[in-house]
């Protein structure tokens, strides 16, 4: 049985989720670890001006991105796993950045990055949090 290839768009938000873990854990600016991934990683197949754009804005929306989650939190946004953290911002960043990618399609894709990347029940938690944000953000296109 011949398994998909992943689409462009999801292995660009993999590549981005593994440079925003990157820039969350270290000292390095997202353009130093945009030349990285550039050099290092073979982007073939890649949707590159996607995977650019989350490097490039999310570090810049980190602390709206955050405020969107932190009332929804049972813990300090500090506590959470670093992956968990990143998916999230991904995931909070999409709804509210890019409407032309429907919530459940923005739900879906965090939750394939958590279950792959985070904590065994990591993806619940990240699901609750962006249901909520979802539901606040894109109102009339839940409520369909």
Request: some cysteine; glycine content about 2%.
């Amino acid at each position: 049985m011949n398994k998909k290839s992943p689409t462009p768009r999801r292995l660009a938000r993999r590549l981005a989720l593994q440079a925003i873990y990157q820039w969350q854990l270290t000292a390095m600016s997202a353009c130093d670890i945009e030349a990285q991934f550039i050099s290092w990683e073979s982007l073939e197949n890649v949707d590159v001006p996607y995977f650019l754009e989350l490097l490039r804005d999310i570090p810049k929306q980190a602390d709206s991105l955050d405020d969107h989650m932190k009332p929804l939190l049972d813990r300090p946004i500090t506590d959470l796993n670093p992956v968990e953290l990143a998916v999230l911002r991904i995931g909070i960043y999409e709804l509210a950045y890019r409407p032309d990618i429907p919530y459940r399609v923005v739900i879906d894709e965090a939750l394939r990055l958590a279950k792959t990347f985070g904590t065994v029940e990591g993806f619940r938690y990240v699901n609750a949090i962006l249901d909520k944000v979802a539901k606040k953000m894109r109102t009339i296109e839940t409520k369909k």
